[in-house]
């Protein structure tokens, strides 16, 4: 399922964020792979009730459990931050943006750019058609500036939960 797809669901199924819930985030931040049994005996909960309250929490949106990789090290060679600037209405552009498989993450930001777009390329020839033949091709793209990304130093998503 898409992430465009679980954010318009998450509206419709609204989950309570309590302790337990938050604790059981918590524990899958720390490794993803850990069972629903050790989770429940942290949390105080048996396996099958920590099963499905994460599986309330993945279905409303609130959160994934994936693979976190270096996409350098699975071979794309290049791996850049695109600074976009639109003309209009920036929802469509943001959406355009997600459709395309090498972009990774967008946001809609406020400041210099209007948009910024993680991207991931096998090549600087790859990283050039990306840019020029699809991301400056959508409607309302008035011009972009890519950020190399040259070393990875850190990728975490384990920040907790407020």
Sequence with gaps: MSRDKRTSEKAEKHVVMDDVSKAIIEQLQQDGRRSYAAIGKVVGLSEAAVRQRVQRLTEAGVMQVVAVTDPMELGFARQAMVGIRC???????????????????????????????????????ALLALISGQIRAIEGVTGTETFMYLQLRKQTYSWGVR
């Design 87 to 125: 003309a209009g209405p920036l929802e469509p552009v943001a959406d355009a943006l997600a459709a395309i498989d090498a972009v990774d993450y967008v946001v809609i930001t406020a400041g210099t750019y209007d948009l910024l777009a993680e991207v991931v390329a096998e090549s600087d020839e």
